[in-house]
């Protein structure tokens, strides 16, 4: 059972415009969420978190938005650079437990 | 789809002890696995970087001889924590990067508890 969605495997965005990334869970417990970035060879950085008492939270260019009745989460970039063409994994944190998404590679087109 | 696995799931041990904790990769040969740290509501920590045959590539500030890896074969990676201590307890995951259908793609297991009394 997957309890952690990433149903876009990719996704390929103009240089300059938003990117979205979407992520869907299926338990309604998990206590916060993560937003992690991986380059190839490359272990996972992190990027911006969200308690699962919030809806929203920013950091410079990565905005993550927490949809909560929808049990569906999102992270925008915005302008997307070049150096975002990676993967991108969401992740939500549960009884000491982290369950990762599949993962979406992003690609961001000159 | 790929999956990778690590065993034991969760472990108690006493100070003093050593612990070892496999990561293996199901379905496919992970060329790379990687190791984290995870401390309660913190985000991973990424220890070390292992490729298949040869020494693991640590991190600043992770001690090799507290922290042995060893990946012997293309779907086994090894962590072992020699002398525990309380303050090694804590949530460790690993993943795999390796060839799974026609792309490389990274896989995460499911993360060790490990708790040292």
């Known amino acids: 059972d997957q309890q952690v969605k990433q149903n876009s495997p990719s996704l390929s965005v103009q240089e300059g415009r938003i990117s979205i990334l979407n992520c869907d869970y299926t338990n309604s417990m998990f206590d916060y969420f993560l937003w992690y970035k991986k380059y190839p060879a490359e272990g996972p950085t992190f990027l911006i978190s969200i308690s699962s008492i919030k809806d929203k939270n920013e950091d410079g260019r990565f905005t993550v938005f927490l949809n909560k009745s929808a049990k569906h989460l999102s992270l925008h970039i915005v302008p997307s650079q070049p150096g975002d063409s990676a993967v991108y994994f969401c992740?939500?944190?549960?009884?000491?437990?982290?369950?990762f998404g599949k993962g979406t590679r992003l690609h961001i087109l000159p | 789809g790929a999956v990778v696995s690590q065993h034991p799931s969760w472990v108690i041990c006493k100070s003093g002890t050593s612990v070892k904790i496999e990561c293996r990769s199901l379905?496919?040969?992970?060329?790379?696995m990687f190791w984290y740290r995870q401390f309660p509501k913190q985000s991973l920590m990424l220890m070390a970087t292992s490729n298949e045959g040869s020494k693991a590539t640590y991190e600043q500030g992770v001690e090799k001889d507290k922290f042995l890896i060893n990946h012997a074969s293309l779907t086994l990676s090894t962590l072992t924590v020699t002398s525990a201590h309380p303050e090694d307890s804590s949530f460790y995951i690993c993943s795999a990067d390796g060839l799974a259908g026609s792309s490389y793609e990274q896989y995460f297991g499911p993360g060790t508890r490990l708790t040292v009394t």
């Open positions: 992740a939500a944190f549960r009884d000491d437990k982290i369950i």
């Open positions: 379905d496919f040969q992970a060329t790379t």
